[in-house]
Each structure stands twice: as structure tokens, then as C-alpha cells.
């Protein structure tokens, strides 16, 4: 009962969101610190950090002082990772955020900072730290960062639960249904089909039970949105459920997770486990008479079953391979019965939308794709990490603002977008603002998020032969299509960088292409062209200059470059000849060197060694 | 009842019906590898496509073996977009089976000779899976299955031994499209092949009445002991079809003779 009430009767505490959803400053007096514990923090070490801190903190007395004011916690992820470990270190409301700590720093930033009140300066986040987050909006992270994702108590304190509260008692399952649709949320896995219509579909189908699905299995390489809203604020996923699945009358939800992430799934076994004992799941849920349960499945290591129809087909138990729709998942889902499967970012989305209002949501944005997204900017950037933006911010923005840039001071050349099934963008349309049609029309897609920046050393025809390789290795195999046809396009491709293309390859991977967009069985088939589509479609001239002139204008594709000792620049150093793993440069020491060709792994090795600038990289 | 436009012309349709079954039934010649009408319809081979739209659906290509008919439908079966992704169908069905007979003939049926995608491992096997569902979802038992992902997706049976499930009912090389799966009846044994491979070997019964072999002792055993079974006599009596037949007919004749002797007239 005491759990149920907490629920209800509960006091807001300081640490409320404002009406950006976002939280305001916490004027609690006392101290806390706050150690990034997200995968990538813990990677950096930051558990270690964290018990530096607590025992900094407990010798040198200030828990004594201050007591119960005085605390180190774990949070979420911030999203600049590459700056970990991320420390926050808040006094009586004021925060400074110290960047790469490490355990040995703990110290330091007791003394001088917590009790001297004098700040390290040589440690603290530098301007490009509020660069990174000056254009973002935070809303689905906007709580990852200040409360420890394993407490139930930190979520609640800071709002959590409130907005299934306020639908639970006091919205008929239509309203909630109403007021997503006046969003205008659209699906954040890929697809962004309307998230309200979606949900009122299901609920107007005939039978029962109805089940809810989450989907997080994100499958792409180098995105890692989903992981950080579950490793970061895993409870804001788990009330989006208890709301959608009250609008649509489901007491069954499950959370298909991959299995390749260990920690989310902890955290977010952990926070069922306690939302089932602070009466937020199970029966009788805030004590509004609402059943509903979650389960976690995990999944086995296929990319495929981030398909919603294979996905369905792992969770019964079968094999995971899509198979035709219609029938859709609200029609005929789970167990034959109406399924929602919307994404993890989709979920976590309502309990903000169902607290401020649809009309407060559908103010950010543009006009057909409302709110923030989360993009993961990794590749050829100053600024890696995760950023929530709104929808409509132009790539160049993103890409350089919050980015920073390029590194190495190297140009732009492409920002791939959408995962393995994206296209990629040129310097040309940098200025589009991202939405959903916006990044269709560009040939791309927006996909769950991944955003992967190249600079001029990238091969576009290696790069597409990347991405479909990636997505050869995960097709099904069941249609002809993608598992005939995602072969023979590497295989093309294999032979363009290997210096074989003729004037047939760009013809044949074109009706390749279209016939897997036009008649694969599933998203994984369709979209699998889309890097060479788009490549094709940008950078014509460097298919044409593999093929023709059998050049590789970024100097990347082995079997089209040489490398080469200039005899001017060679002194007979031997370093080049000392590393390479061939034995296959020749000289006397203190006579310039030579290079045998037809022994040349184009390993590149001799080219790193050289100080001299004499070995060189050009063309076949 | 659904009013349907097919390559320009009206018709009536059952509702229930799939845009392939109302197809074939106007004479039409679509492709479909991977289609049986003892089967649910599977949608791998991707042959079937047509290029349809309606009120509610954008003009696309869509599978014509799971596709319902509704009203206001319009569907091309041989417009310059089925034909072109067709083509490119084929040509890869060729690329992976080259020696498929049946599967070259189909495809010469529809224009398509050679292929410009021939693969280094080849084999006969379409992987339309019409064993498989055979096996499973009509004669109940796995005995032959898909294994691997993408491109390693094959079709199996026990690997490395005979199989022990395989009651040699020759389902899965009567429903094979493409040759790959043979049955073969040597004296009293029959043995499936699956590419050249001995995947099943049983011992055929031999009919109580003119002692030829007609079917393995493990089907007769497994539709003995089948719930749906309703052929039990014909079990019994171990009678190969031809001699099944001339036994009832003895039956009947006995019964008519009674008859007419009791009723002259």
C-alpha cells in the first residue's frame, strides 16, 4: 500500500522538468557528483571513478559535514562519449561538468573544488563540450545524465511515473490515443509511420488479448540510441508501455532486446523488478485497476529480427525470417492476435507527450515530422558521441555546430545516414534540413538515427560495398532477391574496386538494385541498395574513374594504388624496409630504398613509417 | 464478390480468392516457383509479382500469390516493370541453379535463356521451400528443413547419417520444382536424394496380393497410427492401390449381386 501511495500522494521534489520537458537545475543544497555509467562510460572506467569519488569523499570527511546531502551516483549517458569519463560535479545548485577523469583525479576535485570551492580549470569540459550541446534540444535525454537509472526513486523523484498517472486516472484509452495523434509522433525505428494511427488500428481490431511489443533490438552498426535510453533511463521506456498499453487495451508487453547488450538488459531486468514492486507493474498499477505486465526476450545475433514480422516469428519461438504483410502486426501480430510494435525511442516519447501536452511536442520540429531525434554522429568527427536534435535542423548544423567539424583539417565529403540502409549525402545538400521526406527524397533514409560523417580519404565505392556486404551477411535468405541478389551486388562491386569493372558493371548493378528494391519480402531486401543507389547517383565519377582508368581517387581500394619511394626524398633510413611484412623493399643503408612491386601487400605499413615524405601513395 | 480491372479487362472475383488463383483462372501465365495449392502461400521466390493499385494502394509491386482481390483493384501482369524485375529474377534463379531443367524451361517460357549472374557454388535447389512446408505443415513430421542464413541457406535432412524421421511418403520430390530432390524405388528399398545425396533409405512393403512394392513400412505404420486417418481398411488389408481397387470392387459387386437377387426387378 505504502508503494501504491508514493506513487500517488507523492511530493514533487525540486528536480522537476520545466515546460521544455527538460529539468531544471536542481536547487537541492548540498553535493552531488555524477559519474558517467552508460557502456561507453563504464568502458572508460567509469565505475572506478565513482568509488574513487565515494572514498575521496568519506576520508576526507565532507559525508561527514554534510551528510545525507552529500552524493555520488551513477547516471546515464550524456551523449558526448568522447570525453568520457564525464563528471558532474554539482554544489548547492551549481554544476561544473570535469571531463577525462580518471580515479587518480578524484582527489584533486574534492579538495580544491567540493571543499576549497575553487574549480580545476585544467579538467573541466571545454568549449567545445557546450558547442556539442548548444542546438540540442534534449527531451527522451533529458533525464539520462542527472538520475541513476537504477533507482526507481530517482526516476520518480524527477516526474517519472506521473504521466501514466495522470492517464491511468484521469483519460479514457481514446484520449491518450487522441492526444499521440494530435502529436503528430511518428515511429522512431525507421519507417515513421504514425505512432496514434498505428495505436488506434490495433485498438479497433476485433480480437483479443493485444500485446504491445518494444523493439529494441537496433541492429545497425554504429548506432547505439536505444542502448543509451535503456541504459540511461530504462523506466521511461517501461511507462510509455503502461500508457500504450492502456489506449490500446493490451495486459502483455514485451521488450525484444539484443543480446549483445549486456548492460542495458541488466539495467533493464533491474527496473522491472522494481517498477513490479512500486506497484508500476503487475496487477492493480497505481492502484487504477490496470493489469500489465512486461517481459524481456532476448535476441540471438540477427540483424533480421529487428524486422517487426521476424522479429514476432523469434519471440514465438521460430525461426526469424519476415514473412508477407498484409496481414499487419495490429491486425494478426503476436500469437495471431493484434501486436503494436513501435521502437524504443518511440516509447519513451509518451510519457513526455501524455505530461506536457501534444500541442507543446508538435511545436518542435517541422511540419510532417514533429519533435526531437537522436542521432549517434560517429565517423570522421571532432565531436563524437549522441545528440537529440530537432526535426528540421539542416545536416550542416549538426554536422559542424555540434559536430565540430572534421578532424585533421580534411574536407567534407558524405554524411551517410540511416544505418546500413541509408544513402549517402554530398557536400552539395548539406544545408537539408533533416526530416523524414527531406532525407527520402535525398535518396537516404532516416532510419533509427546513425549518422556516419566521411572526409575526403573515403572511398564512396568501398563504402557502399560495406554496407551491403553487412546487409548480404544478415539477409534471411528466404526471397530470391536479397539472397541471390545482395551477393551478386558485392561481388560487382568486389570487382570495381579490384580494378576489374567493365562498362557493363554500372548497368547490371542497376537493375540489380532495382529488382531488390522493387520485389524483396521485407525492409532488410528493399533498402539494402540504397548505399549504391545513392553513390551511384553522387559520385558517378569515382565508379567511373575505378572502372575506366582503373583509379581509386581516395586512395583507399588496394588493388589501384601503388606505393612508391621517391629516390630524392629516400636516405636509406630502413625503417620502411625494417617493418615491412613482406621483406620486400630493397636498398643499402644510407642509399635511397626501392620498393619490389609484384610482392606489394598494400599494407601501407612502409608509407606510415616513413619520416622523410619518401614513400608515396598514388595512383596504379 | 469483387470487381477487379485485370490487364484492362473486368472481372468478378471471390473474395477470398488471390489475385494469382483469379489469374490462372483467366488463362494467364505467371510465373510462381515457390506456389502450391496444398500450401499456404510462402511469397520466397518473388516470381508471381504483378504491378497493381487500388483506392488504398499506392501502384506497386506486389506478389500475386498472397495478394487478395478487392474492389477497385487494377493489376498488370506483364507491364515493362514486372517484366524488367522478372527478369532479373529469373536471371538470378539461373545464376544459382544453371542445371535445373525445369527451372531453364520456365524460364525460357518467359523470355529469359542466360544469366548474367552465375555463381561459383551452384546447386538445383531454388530454396522455395515447398519441401519443407510440405513435410511440416502437411505430413507433420521435419524431416526435411531449412538450415544456414542468407546465403548459406540450404535445405537438409539429417546431416552426416540417413534421416530417422523420413517415413518416405516422396512428398518433397513429388512438390519439387526444380529436380533437386528425386525418389527411387529399387526392389524392396526406396531411397530420396537430395543433390545426388542419399538422405533416405526405407524398406518398401510388398502388396499382400500381386507382392509388388508400393509403399515403406514406416508410412503404412505412420498413417495407421494418424489421427486424421480415415483409410484404416485400406491399411489393413496391405493391398498397393491397383489391387485396393480391384478388392473393392469385388466388394461392390458382391453387394450389388446380393441386391438383385433380393430385388429382381
Redesign the interface.
Given at each position: 500500500m505504502k508503494s501504491v501511495l508514493k506513487g500517488i500522494f507523492h511530493k514533487k521534489q525540486d528536480n522537476e522538468t520545466d515546460s521544455n520537458g527538460a529539468r531544471k537545475k536542481s536547487d537541492n543544497r548540498g553535493v552531488t557528483i555524477s559519474v558517467c555509467a552508460g557502456t561507453g562510460g563504464v568502458a572508460a572506467g567509469g565505475y572506478d571513478v565513482l568509488n574513487a569519488f565515494a572514498a575521496q569523499l568519506e576520508e576526507k570527511g565532507v559525508a561527514a559535514k554534510v551528510g545525507e546531502r552529500c552524493r555520488v551516483h551513477k547516471v546515464g549517458c550524456r551523449g558526448f562519449c568522447a570525453k568520457d569519463v564525464l563528471v558532474d560535479v554539482c554544489i548547492d545548485g551549481d554544476t561544473t561538468t570535469y571531463q577525462f577523469i580518471d580515479p587518480g583525479k578524484a582527489g584533486r576535485i574534492v579538495e580544491e573544488h567540493i571543499i576549497g570551492g575553487a574549480p580545476v580549470r585544467e579538467w573541466i569540459a571545454g568549449p567545445d563540450y557546450a558547442n556539442f550541446h548548444s542546438k540540442q534540444k534534449k527531451i527522451l535525454l533529458s533525464d539520462c545524465g542527472h538520475i541513476d537509472p537504477e533507482d526507481i526513486d530517482a526516476y520518480i523523484a524527477a516526474g517519472g511515473y506521473g504521466a501514466a498517472e495522470k492517464a491511468l486516472s484521469s483519460m479514457k484509452p481514446e484520449d491518450v490515443i487522441i492526444k499521440i495523434k494530435e502529436s503528430g509522433l511518428r515511429g522512431r525505428g525507421g519507417a515513421g509511420f504514425p505512432t496514434g494511427l498505428k495505436w488506434e488500428l490495433c485498438r479497433a481490431a476485433g480480437e483479443n488479448p493485444k500485446y504491445i511489443i518494444c523493439n529494441a533490438d537496433e541492429g545497425d552498426p554504429g548506432a547505439f540510441m536505444d542502448r543509451a535510453i535503456i541504459e540511461g533511463n530504462p523506466h521511461s521506456i517501461i511507462e510509455g508501455m503502461i500508457i500504450g498499453a492502456y489506449a490500446i487495451g493490451a495486459n502483455e508487453g514485451y521488450i525484444y532486446v539484443r543480446a549483445e547488450y549486456p548492460l542495458a538488459v541488466e539495467r533493464l531486468r533491474k527496473a522491472i523488478a522494481q517498477a513490479r514492486g512500486n506497484a508500476r507493474l503487475g496487477e492493480n498499477i497505481m492502484g487504477h485497476g490496470m493489469n500489465f505486465d512486461i517481459n524481456v526476450k532476448l535476441g540471438a545475433g540477427?540483424f533480421v529480427c529487428g524486422e517487426e514480422t521476424a522479429l514476432i516469428a523469434s519471440l514465438e519461438d521460430r525461426?526469424g525470417e519476415p514473412?508477407?504483410r498484409p496481414p499487419f502486426p495490429v491486425q494478426k501480430g503476436l500469437r495471431g492476435k493484434p501486436t503494436t510494435i513501435n521502437n524504443v525511442e518511440t516509447w519513451a516519447t509518451i510519457p513526455k507527450i501524455i505530461s506536457n501536452g501534444p500541442e507543446w511536442f508538435a511545436a518542435i520540429g517541422t511540419e510532417k515530422s514533429k519533435g526531437t531525434k537522436i542521432f549517434s554522429l560517429v565517423g570522421n568527427i571532432n565531436n563524437t558521441g549522441l545528440v537529440e536534435v530537432p526535426m528540421g535542423i539542416t545536416l550542416r548544423e549538426i554536422i559542424y555546430d555540434i559536430g565540430g567539424g572534421i578532424p585533421n583539417n580534411k574536407n567534407f565529403k558524405a554524411v551517410q545516414t540511416g544505418g546500413p540502409s541509408g544513402g549517402c549525402i554530398p557536400l552539395s545538400h548539406i544545408d537539408t534540413p533533416v526530416d523524414y521526406e527531406n532525407l527520402t527524397a535525398l535518396g537516404s533514409i532516416m532510419g533509427s538515427g546513425g549518422m556516419v560523417v566521411m572526409d575526403e580519404d573515403a572511398c564512396m565505392v568501398d563504402v557502399a560495398k560495406f554496407f551491403v556486404s553487412f546487409c548480404?551477411?544478415?539477409?534471411?535468405?528466404?526471397?530470391?532477391?536479397c539472397?541471390?541478389?545482395?551477393?551478386?551486388i558485392v561481388k560487382l562491386l568486389d570487382e570495381i574496386t579490384g580494378g576489374e569493372g567493365t562498362g557493363?558493371h554500372i548497368a547490371?548493378l542497376e537493375?540489380?538494385c532495382?529488382?531488390l528494391k522493387?520485389?524483396?519480402?521485407c525492409g532488410l531486401g528493399k533498402t539494402a541498395p540504397n548505399p549504391v543507389i545513392s553513390t551511384i547517383r553522387y559520385f558517378r565519377h569515382e565508379y567511373d574513374a575505378h572502372i575506366s582508368s582503373k583509379k581509386c581517387p581516395a586512395g583507399v581500394c588496394k588493388a589501384l594504388i601503388t606505393f612508391r619511394i621517391d629516390m630524392s626524398k629516400c636516405n636509406g633510413c630502413t625503417a620502411c624496409a625494417a617493418n615491412c611484412p613482406q621483406n620486400s623493399i630493397i636498398g643499402e643503408k644510407k642509399k635511397p630504398h626501392e620498393i619490389i612491386q609484384e610482392e606489394c601487400i598494400k599494407c601501407g605499413i612502409c608509407f606510415e613509417s616513413c619520416k622523410f615524405g619518401a614513400v608515396t601513395k598514388g595512383q596504379a | 464478390m469483387t470487381k477487379i480491372r485485370l490487364n484492362g479487362k473486368e472481372i468478378e472475383a471471390d473474395e477470398d480468392a488471390t489475385v494469382l488463383d483469379v489469374a490462372m483462372q483467366e488463362g494467364l501465365d505467371i510465373p510462381a516457383l515457390c506456389r502450391h495449392e496444398a500450401l499456404a502461400?510462402y511469397?520466397?521466390?518473388?516470381?508471381c509479382?504483378v504491378e497493381a493499385e487500388g483506392p488504398a494502394l499506392r501502384r506497386?509491386?506486389l506478389?500475386s500469390c498472397?495478394l487478395k482481390t478487392f474492389d477497385g483493384m487494377s493489376v498488370e501482369t506483364e507491364s515493362p516493370?514486372v517484366k524488367?524485375?522478372r527478369k532479373?529474377?529469373f536471371e538470378?534463379?539461373l545464376?544459382?541453379s544453371p542445371d535445373s531443367k525445369p527451372l531453364k524451361e520456365m524460364a525460357k517460357r518467359f523470355g529469359v535463356e542466360s544469366t548474367?549472374?552465375a555463381?561459383d557454388r551452384s546447386d538445383d535447389c531454388?530454396?522455395c521451400?515447398l519441401c519443407v512446408r510440405a513435410c511440416q505443415d502437411r505430413i507433420g513430421l521435419s524431416a526435411i528443413t531449412?538450415a544456414?542464413?542468407?546465403?548459406?541457406?540450404r535445405v537438409t535432412a539429417e546431416i552426416g547419417k540417413l534421416s530417422e524421421t523420413c517415413i518416405g511418403c516422396g512428398a518433397c520430390a513429388n512438390i519439387c520444382p526444380t529436380g533437386a530432390i528425386k525418389l527411387e524405388d529399387n526392389g524392396n528399398e526406396r531411397k530420396i536424394f537430395l543433390h545426388d545425396t542419399v538422405i533416405s533409405a526405407l524398406a518398401l512393403a510388398g502388396c499382400e496380393s500381386c507382392r509388388k512394392p508400393y509403399a515403406t513400412l514406416k508410412l503404412l505404420d505412420y498413417v495407421a497410427a494418424h489421427p486424421d486417418n480415415k483409410y484404416g481398411l485400406n491399411i489393413k488389408l496391405k493391398l498397393c492401390p491397383a489391387c485396393t481397387r480391384k478388392h473393392y470392387a469385388g466388394e461392390h459387386s458382391k453387394i450389388l449381386l446380393s441386391y438383385s437377387r433380393t430385388n429382381p426387378d
Open positions: 540477427a525461426t514473412s508477407h548480404m551477411d544478415e539477409s534471411c535468405g528466404k526471397c530470391t532477391p539472397r541471390e541478389g545482395t551477393k551478386m557493363e547490371k537493375e540489380l532495382g529488382a522493387e520485389t524483396s519480402l | 502461400p511469397g520466397a521466390c518473388r516470381l509479382i506497386s509491386l506478389t498472397n516493370r524488367s524485375s532479373v529474377l538470378l534463379l545464376g544459382r548474367r549472374f555463381t531454388a530454396r521451400g531449412f544456414g542464413r542468407g546465403q548459406k541457406r
